[in-house]
């Protein structure tokens, strides 16, 4: 079965800067999608960036990206001048066979 | 840009009651989905739905669960007789497949609390 594990419970940033979160997975499928969503305290689930496996190129999205080492099986997204509007959950998943397995989240607090 | 609705925002119920959820997934996306996400625990697949009918379910989607379509529309999720452990967050999602390769688009949720 597949696993997401994200290592991190808490991280915090100050404004401007870079900020990593990590994302393991465990899987035996060759292919697949990798997603980040952002969960701010309203709640809502916003997807973030996506990553295709069979894509080695590294997805990016305005101040978002990501770096996928698919040997590895890790997913980790960098966020660079960080925001105060940055600050939520973030939950990475996994995508194979119809349904998305998220990760237990990494919750990000953005400092001024 | 178009979006997942979802209504209503919260629910309270009585334990033992029924609930439905309603869901109003992106007018052109077939594939329709719930997860639920229990306050300070990580979100969880429930079902899956294509062409009328369950893709894929969860060991939590037990007999208590039944989805549906009832129109073009909407996507609903029932929980038949409520226990105290359903109290969560309730996300839909849909994807079309096609243009945007298995990207989920959820709805703002529906926060249930069972009493």
Redesign the interface.
């Given at each position: 079965a597949q696993t997401v594990t994200q290592s991190q419970p808490e991280m915090s940033v100050q404004e401007a800067e870079t900020v990593t979160l990590s994302c393991t997975y465990d899987t035996s499928e060759n292919n697949y999608y990798l997603f980040w969503y952002k969960q701010p305290p309203s709640r809502q689930m916003i997807l973030v960036i996506r990553q295709e496996a069979y894509k080695q190129q590294n997805a990016t999205e305005n101040r978002f990206s990501v770096n996928f080492q698919k040997a590895a099986k890790s997913f980790s997204l960098k966020i660079s001048d960080s925001q105060l509007g940055d600050t939520a959950m973030y939950f990475c998943a996994f995508y194979n066979t119809d349904k998305l397995i998220f990760g237990t989240g990494t919750r990000l607090q953005v400092f001024p | 840009e178009p979006e997942v609705t979802q209504t209503p925002s919260h629910q309270v119920t009585q334990m033992g009651q029924e609930v439905i959820l309603r869901c109003v997934p992106i007018s052109n996306h077939l594939?329709f989905?719930w997860?639920r996400?229990i306050l300070g625990?990580?979100?969880?697949?429930l079902v899956?739905f294509y062409n009328n009918e369950i893709?894929?379910k969860?060991e939590i989607f037990d007999d208590q669960f039944s989805v549906e379509r009832p129109d073009g529309s909407n996507f609903t999720l029932k929980i038949r007789s409520t226990k105290l452990e359903d109290s969560a967050?309730y996300?839909c999602?849909s994807n079309d497949r096609s243009s945007h390769?298995?990207?989920?688009?959820?709805g703002?949720?529906t926060?249930l609390l069972v009493l």
């Amino acid at each position: 079965a597949q696993t997401v594990t994200q290592s991190q419970p808490e991280m915090s940033v100050q404004e401007a800067e870079t900020v990593t979160l990590s994302c393991t997975y465990d899987t035996s499928e060759n292919n697949y999608y990798l997603f980040w969503y952002k969960q701010p305290p309203s709640r809502q689930m916003i997807l973030v960036i996506r990553q295709e496996a069979y894509k080695q190129q590294n997805a990016t999205e305005n101040r978002f990206s990501v770096n996928f080492q698919k040997a590895a099986k890790s997913f980790s997204l960098k966020i660079s001048d960080s925001q105060l509007g940055d600050t939520a959950m973030y939950f990475c998943a996994f995508y194979n066979t119809d349904k998305l397995i998220f990760g237990t989240g990494t919750r990000l607090q953005v400092f001024p | 840009e178009p979006e997942v609705t979802q209504t209503p925002s919260h629910q309270v119920t009585q334990m033992g009651q029924e609930v439905i959820l309603r869901c109003v997934p992106i007018s052109n996306h077939l594939y329709f989905y719930w997860y639920r996400q229990i306050l300070g625990q990580k979100v969880e697949f429930l079902v899956s739905f294509y062409n009328n009918e369950i893709s894929e379910k969860s060991e939590i989607f037990d007999d208590q669960f039944s989805v549906e379509r009832p129109d073009g529309s909407n996507f609903t999720l029932k929980i038949r007789s409520t226990k105290l452990e359903d109290s969560a967050m309730y996300f839909c999602a849909s994807n079309d497949r096609s243009s945007h390769k298995e990207t989920q688009y959820f709805g703002p949720g529906t926060r249930l609390l069972v009493l």
